[in-house]
């Protein structure tokens, strides 16, 4: 069962770091378990309702949603949530969603959002899974998560503006006012606002398809396309970033990528409580590092654990052709490591499979915000 709520909800309030205060999700029992509603943020914004049975696994709510908008290019998105400590985490599809969220401690909210950015967004076969894309990138953009250039950032969101109010008329939009109502970007000034609505000019007759291709063939030029920022320390106790992409593990000082350990490079990667360990080939002494054994530390297992398994799966979503489906081990009482791989599909069969499936899909509903 789903329902849907436009905007933010009447019944509980949203914070800053996404987890709902308030109370409003309900249970009810059936013949067949408990049923409780789910929250989860869609990439307009809006909150959908989704019934779930409260021992089902994260595969189930991830299928609802997924069936609520009709996507056929699934395996690009998740479903994400954070902690009490404002701690990301993917939703694992194959556990139990109670042994994930504690719905004793807090009401979650959990957020549809583009998990894989694709290096090629011609690659994207869907206009509508672009069209969820642009919505990420317009998002990423007005957070700061796609730091870059005022010049880029005022071509970014001149294509959104493109995307959802159409071609610049002189006596619709006589001055930059238009676009005042709307954040773009952090700390946006009139001077941006000027330089967003200069580049709105020149997209004249592109339609929102088109302008959503070019928002995505510009951001994925930007260095931190696609890239989450988790703090570590080096070796030496050196604040640094670590984040994964499809290329490989990068590091980071702020905003400046210091390292790349490419895919190809890496011989495994491991954690032991909070330390991160890359092991690279023998040729593969990169910049900087001289080691065949690269040593990271987290603030913590948790955090550490998380990047680790955001790691196994970006290698295995871009660098393999496929991933076998091999069921996970039950705990045991005395285990060592862990058993988790990645188990969607990889790049390489959601291309085959979509050009294979592929019917053409009706018009859909685009959210005009910047439409007055």
Known sequence: MVSEERGRSHSASSDVDGTLTGSNRRSLSTGSGKVISMRVQ?????????????????????????????????????????DTNGTKFWLDLEKPICRQLNFSLIDPLLRFVVKFYTPDPTQLEEEFTRYLFGLQIKRDLAQGILHCHDSTSALLASYIVQAECGDFASEDYPDSYYLSAHKFVPHQDIEM????????????GQTPAEADLNLLETARRCELYGVRMHPAKDHEGVPLSLAVAHQGVCVFQQTTKINLFS?????????????????????????????????????????????????????????????????????????????????????????????????????????LELVH
């Not at 869609?42 to 409260?54: E, K, N, P």
């Not at 089902?56 to 997924?66: E, K, S, W, Y």
């Not at 606002?193 to 004249?204: A, C, L, Q, V, Y």
């Not at 058993?339 to 979509?354: A, E, H, L």
């Open 193 to 204: 606002e000027k330089r967003i609505m200069e580049n709105h000019r020149k997209h004249i």
């Open 42 to 82: 869609m990439l307009d914004d809006s909150i959908t309702l989704f019934q779930i049975q409260t021992k089902a696994i994260g595969q189930v709510l991830f299928d609802q949603v997924c069936r609520q908008l009709s996507l056929l290019e699934s395996d690009y998105f998740g479903l994400e949530y954070q």
């Open 263 to 367: 895919w190809a490079k890496i011989r495994k990667l491991s954690f032991k409580r909070k330390k991160f360990l890359i092991k690279l080939h023998a040729d593969g002494s990169q910049h900087g590092f001289h080691k065949d054994m690269i040593e990271f530390a987290f603030e913590g297992r948790n955090e550490c654990k998380s990047f680790w398994k955001k790691c196994v799966e970006h290698h295995a979503f871009f660098r393999c052709i496929n991933v076998k489906n091999v069921p996970r081990q039950k705990a045991k009482i005395f285990s060592r490591g862990s058993s988790f791989r990645y188990s969607g599909r990889t790049q390489k069969q959601i291309i085959d499979y979509v050009r294979e499936n592929y019917v053409r899909r009706q018009s859909f509903p685009r959210v």
